[in-house]
């Protein structure tokens, strides 16, 4: 258990994301400057309508840049998915949040079988989407580092970042993109059905020899 700085936000960040951040709000730019100043971390628990029960610890990577009233670029990577246990609108002494967590136990089983699912159903989708694409190497990536490129709501994307089995998340992400093509191609299907419409058309004559009322 840790307690953490909380920075809460309505996004799903995944482990091994780097985070890209325009910081304006007082009681943030002074966490920026205190993670830079102590060499802390801090997390951003995922909001979506409320504050959610899960979300990522991030280390400060750079201030990019400091603009003259005090606002700030920063870039953050993702490490670490915690669940929440306690939220504090304030910190001693501090402006912003802060809360006590524990990390989540990640397992990374042995998954090639199923990366090469989740692939084969990428370059379907993205055949059917009619979007270029360098080829997917297995060993490339991760089911993290592919959330964010095939279409998850918020709502799945929060779902996906609380698997802690890798075979699980891909699995989760297989069946995602199962059902978005068996979509895309009743879409296509209903598409090329209106473009007949209008069209003169060329129909096999029916044999009524044996029809009988």
């Known amino acids: 258990m840790m307690y953490l700085p909380l920075f809460p936000l309505q996004s799903v960040f995944f ?22 100043d102590e060499a802390m971390n801090f997390g951003i ?22 603009y003259p009233g005090g606002e700030m670029d920063i870039i953050c990577t993702a490490k670490r998915v915690f669940k929440l246990l306690s939220f504090d609108t304030t910190m001693t002494l501090k ?14 089983n042995d998954v090639f079988d199923e990366k090469e699912k989740v692939i084969e159903a990428i370059e379907a ?14 060993e490339n990536f991760n089911s993290f580092s592919l959330a964010h490129k095939i279409g998850l709501s918020k709502i799945q994307e929060y779902e ?18 199962q059902q978005v093509i068996s979509v895309l191609k009743e879409v296509n299907r209903t598409k090329a059905v209106i473009q007949l419409n209008g069209h003169f058309k060329n129909f096999d004559p029916l044999n009524f020899e044996n029809f009988k009322i």
């Open 45 to 66: 628990p995922v909001y979506l309508d409320t504050l959610m029960n899960y979300g990522v610890e991030v280390q400060l990577e750079d201030i990019n840049q400091l």
């Open 15 to 36: 482990p091994g994301e780097k985070i890209p951040l325009h910081i304006f709000e007082t009681r943030y730019r002074q966490l920026i400057l205190d993670c830079k």
């Open 95 to 108: 402006p912003y949040a802060g809360g006590e967590v524990i990390f989540l136990e990640n397992t990374n």
């Open 160 to 177: 996906l970042l609380q698997i802690t089995s890798e075979r699980e998340r891909l699995m989760y992400i297989q069946k995602h993109l």
């Open 125 to 138: 989708l993205y055949f059917l989407m009619e979007i270029s694409s360098k080829s997917i190497v297995s």
